[in-house]
């Protein structure tokens, strides 16, 4: 089987749970971003994954619903 560069994984660590702002406390997605996944090209994967990491340190502590 051919490995393919360009797949990008979901960030998903199955703790799906949204806070108050409706972002995932597990993968740090929106719950937009989380919805639209599936239907993202590689380079909007990446961007989505570059969001997570500017927004997990800002989001730590965080109520839950």
């Given at each position: 089987?051919?490995?393919?560069?360009?797949?990008?994984?979901?960030?998903?660590?199955r703790l799906?749970?949204?806070?108050?702002?409706?972002v995932c406390?597990?993968?740090?997605?929106?719950?937009?971003?989380?919805?639209?996944?599936?239907?993202?090209?590689?380079?909007?994967?990446?961007?989505?994954?570059?969001?997570?990491?500017?927004?997990?340190?800002?989001?730590?502590?965080?109520?839950?619903?």
């Amino acid at each position: 089987m051919a490995i393919d560069d360009d797949h990008v994984p979901s960030p998903c660590v199955r703790l799906c749970t949204l806070d108050d702002d409706d972002v995932c406390v597990g993968c740090y997605r929106t719950l937009d971003e989380i919805k639209a996944w599936g239907g993202l090209d590689s380079e909007g994967r990446r961007a989505v994954l570059a969001a997570t990491e500017r927004r997990r340190p800002a989001r730590r502590g965080i109520s839950c619903r």
